[in-house]
């Protein structure tokens, strides 16, 4: 369960070979991942939807 304190820091996460942000406020539902789904619950064999790389080729944002 997500804290307060937590919801207040959900990150973003962008693909270094497309661009496409994973933002764990929003998450990826038609992915399957609600909103609310930290990067580190996403499996590690999932792939970027828009240019399938993997989860190892995004990087945090600041």
Do not use: H
């Amino acid at each position: 369960m997500i804290t307060s304190t937590e919801a207040a820091v959900f990150r973003q996460f962008c693909c270094v070979t497309c661009g496409m942000v994973y933002d764990e406020k929003c998450g990826l539902p038609e992915d399957g991942f609600p909103p609310g789904t930290r990067w580190e619950d996403i499996p590690e064999n999932w792939t970027c939807p828009d240019c399938s790389a993997s989860k190892g080729d995004f990087v945090l944002m600041e």
